[in-house]
């Protein structure tokens, strides 16, 4: 269980995909996970945007999509807290898309914030059926903090900017 998260250091120099990956990986041997998404947000503009998915037909790399304040905006970009779903039912009014999670046959979700110093970067992702997280899913995943923070600033620039890296 521990090699994902042992090995995260050295992929320094890993292409950002790669480190995506990983970080699927290593959040896949602390909690599970069935769907996995990375999102980078504009907060000026307050406009989202996935820039890793584990399911490319269900949950494409697309364009900025418009953020709409609500409960989960407060929790996650607001006061920058973890999200804990752990039914669809806790989940539908916030995410327009939770039809479509629902035909996925899941239902609880984890959002973590990832954010370097005070800059806020972006978030992960994690779904999977309902009831499969609980407020126990969170701890362990403190320890994806610092690699998630690692593979965003691989694709955006940490120096102020929020353009892709080449």
């Given amino acids: 269980m521990d090699e994902p998260l042992d090995d995260f250091d050295a992929l320094h120099a890993a292409m950002p995909e790669e480190l995506f990956r990983h970080l699927e990986e290593m959040c896949r041997a602390l909690v599970g996970v069935k769907l996995f998404t990375c999102s980078r947000f504009d907060l000026a ?27 989960w905006t407060d ?6 807290e973890p999200f804990l779903a752990e039914s ?14 629902e035909a ?4 609880a979700v984890i959002n973590l914030p990832v954010h370097d110093r005070n800059r806020f970067l972006g978030t992960i992702n994690l779904l999977h059926v309902n009831g499969h997280y609980t407020g126990r899913s969170l701890p362990p995943l403190r320890r994806v903090c610092r690699p998630a ?18």
Wanted: glycine residues 6%; proline residues 4%; charged residues 25%.
């Fill in 104 to 107: 996925l046959g899941l239902g």
């Fill in 45 to 71: 503009a307050r406009t989202a945007e996935r820039i890793y998915t584990s399911n490319e037909e269900a949950y494409p790399l697309t364009g900025l999509k418009e953020i709409v304040p609500n409960r």
């Fill in 149 to 166: 923070a690692i593979a965003f600033c691989s694709q955006i620039s940490c120096a102020g900017h929020s353009q892709l890296s080449s």
């Fill in 88 to 101: 669809i039912e806790e989940l539908r009014d916030v995410f327009p898309d939770h039809e479509k999670i």
């Fill in 75 to 80: 929790i996650v970009l607001d006061r920058r």
